[in-house]
């Protein structure tokens, strides 16, 4: 049986796949700026990522009744949370104390977002210019979930890497309560 060409039917010209490809091209350009993070954006979910992660090491202190303990290093960029596992009322800073509370570990802030405060002012209430205002930059949170010693109060401040604006910042009460706040650089104050 002989095999006929179709008539009417024909492919694509490379001409047509270089117009095509273009327009994709152009179409693209215009909107991946749109789907790229704004450094205030990335800077408010890392503030959110320690405001849960925090909340989780609340919970967990309230609900196993173990010291919990988190450490910020604004020189590494990262934060650990530790537990009393052996409940000797001595955290130790060691692997089996950083293990004791699953899914937490050792946290890195990210590539971009550091500690820091940029052009903030401080949050209401916070008199300290450090990023993070926490005695020996940790806090430890009691069985009953509250910082230790009672009263102990916070905030850790964060700022985009080439972003001196865009700015977050995390509170931490005397209750044991968290609020992650947000710098708005045109009106000069925190929301």
Do not use: C
């Not at 503030?47 to 919990?68: C, D, K, W, Y």
């Not at 500690?115 to 949170?141: Q, Y």
């Amino acid at each position: 049986m002989e095999k006929r060409p179709l008539e009417g039917q024909r492919g694509f010209t490379i001409v047509e796949l270089v117009i095509v490809m273009s327009m994709m091209i152009i179409l693209a350009g215009i909107v991946a700026p749109r789907l790229q993070v704004s450094p205030m954006r990335r800077v408010e979910g890392v503030a959110r990522q320690i405001v849960s992660h925090l909340e989780l090491a609340r919970s967990h202190a309230l609900g196993t009744r173990q010291m919990t303990q988190v450490v910020f290093n604004p020189t590494a960029g990262t934060y650990t949370a530790y537990v009393d596992h052996d409940r000797d009322s001595n955290i130790t800073l060691v692997v089996d104390e950083v293990n004791a509370l699953s899914g937490f570990g050792e946290q890195e802030l990210g590539v971009l977002v550091q500690f820091g405060r940029g052009t903030a002012t401080t949050i209401p209430g916070d008199p300290s210019l450090l990023s993070v205002t926490l005695t020996d930059n940790t806090l430890e949170l009691s069985v009953q979930g509250v910082p230790e010693p009672w009263g102990t109060m916070g905030t850790v401040y964060l700022v985009h890497r080439d972003d001196a604006n865009a700015v977050s910042a995390i509170s931490i009460s005397s209750s044991g309560a968290f609020k992650a706040w947000r710098w708005s650089p045109g009106a000069g104050e925190w929301q």
